[in-house]
């Protein structure tokens, strides 16, 4: 593993927390939030005609996170232990990827030295002679335990999962990709976005961004469809392939870190990845969570 992670900021399994941006600054509320606390003191909360004094009102506020925790927790998305979105224990027993033993191209868990998912014959059969990215990494395999996380992160709407999922990717991100220009995602559809209230790979793409210290840079445009559940591999290529596109106007840059939360068959990676080279890109080095 690079020696890198060691320049990165620390990450504390034991809060979840490292210090960084504040990301909800930058990005809408969550429709819903397994930690949203109504009125919490950044809500807006009623005026009311004679406003309690200062001491008063840290105690109300004092009063009423106490309650909020109590009835909406954070905990665990693994183990469902409160206190941090993802605990120590559950850190550390996650399925890790070995970078000595994947593949160096496309990230595949034990292909290093022949690898049954990016060999010349199986992506022949999809149309391709290589994979279009330089390289894809993940830190994970998309166990059931790894679902789990992501699950409870895009369709829970549990965003604080955010940091400490970058941070294990920052951590499985080969130090020379640090020279990349940009940081990119992976956009969900707008359907997907309305009902998450927010665009889960924009959300990991903002932190490794800082993790990484990489420009945060979006480059691609909402697709315009689509489930890719019951298709194949050739016909989910075909369809990102006519879905993805670049932002009209965006300037594209030379090199680019691509960011998306999972990789199944790899056809969303291959398709953004031609679209950013179509438009000028020279590398693309994919980055996901997980991978299956
Ligand atoms: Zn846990
Ligand atoms: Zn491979």
């Known amino acids: 593993m690079a020696t890198h992670s060691e320049q990165l900021p620390l990450f504390d399994p034991a809060t979840g927390i490292a210090d960084g941006p504040a990301l909800a600054a930058s990005a809408p509320a969550p429709a819903r939030s397994r930690q949203s606390r109504p009125g919490a003191p950044s809500g807006a909360r009623p005026r009311s005609p004679a406003r309690p004094r200062p001491s008063e009102r840290r105690w109300r506020e004092r009063a009423f996170e106490v309650v909020a925790e109590t009835l909406w927790p954070t905990r665990c998305a693994v183990c469902d232990r409160p206190g941090t979105p993802l605990c120590p224990d559950c850190i550390a027993s996650l399925p890790y990827i070995d970078s000595l033993l994947a593949c160096p191209r496309c990230g595949a868990p034990f292909g290093r030295v022949q690898c049954t998912e990016c060999n010349r014959v199986l992506l022949a059969a999809f149309g391709y002679e290589e994979p279009p990215y330089r390289q894809a990494t993940s830190p994970l395999v998309l166990t059931e335990k790894v679902r789990r996380i992501v699950t409870v992160y895009k369709d ?85 392939r006519e879905a993805l596109r670049v932002l009209p106007g965006a300037t594209v840059p030379d090199a680019v870190i691509l960011v998306d939360d999972v990789c199944t068959t790899g056809s969303t990676l291959f398709a953004a990845t031609e679209a950013l080279k179509a438009q000028g890109a020279r590398t693309i080095h994919a980055l996901t969570f997980a991978r299956a």
Request: charged share 30%; aromatic share 6%; hydrophobic share 45%.
């Open 156 to 240: 829970q709407g549990e965003r604080s999962l955010a940091r400490p999922m970058a941070s294990l990717m920052a951590r499985a991100t080969p130090p020379p990709w640090l020279d990349d220009d940009a940081v990119a995602f992976v956009p969900a559809t707008a359907a997907a976005r309305r009902r998450r209230g927010f665009d889960h790979a924009e959300h990991l793409a903002r932190e490794l961004s800082w993790l990484l210290d990489v420009d945060f840079t979006p480059l691609l445009a909402t697709p315009r469809r689509l489930d890719q559940r019951r298709l194949g591999r050739i016909e989910r290529i075909q369809n990102m």
